[in-house]
């Protein structure tokens, strides 16, 4: 078992965050809306959900010199958004680890790919509008599933598309300021259950 497995299992209890759901085992999670009140096919739900991404990417990842973890599961480039999997690889330079995985899941292959990096290596404001873009069909695309990783914190930053994302944690008081902070974009379909979970507090034992 590698380093990002065995941290994931020791703080979320998976160990392959493309097969297994940190939510379904138990994980506390905010889930935010990024574009809705905006048109679905527009340049300016686009550009809105790229900019409320960047407002919660930032309280989570507030030091340029710290060091960020990514995990990156893409496709063959040959996949069904019929895009390159190359632009993203030019957002992340400088790295100081790099680790390939490569497993089958549903008859399809998954390369997965785990990082190190200091944040002000890394264009992460290119990565979340290319991740927005993605159902829009505007150029550039970024068609893999990226995890952001705050290792110190417990804190999975994951956005899947201009609709949304998820910031998923072990501990009520790893997140709870950005409930407090950015309560007004959390989803309303998600708000009751999300109340409640924090009212309980982590159903997941911190095993540092």
Known sequence: MNEIELYLKNRFRITNLFKNNPIQKGGLYLRFDLGDKYENKGVERVNKATIKALEIFNSIFNNKEQEIWLLVNQFEENNILKNSNKYLHKQIKN?????FREFEFEDIIINQIFIKIKLNNLNYENILNGIANREMGFMPIIGQIVYFIEPQKDII?????????L???NKVENI???KDKYYNYINLYDLNKINDIFRIGSKIVDNR
Do not use: Q, W
């Open 95 to 99: 790295y100081f680890f790099k680790e």
């Open 176 to 178: 709870s300021y950005l």
């Open 157 to 165: 930053f994951y956005m899947y598309d201009d609709r949304g994302c």
């Open 167 to 169: 910031v998923i944690s």
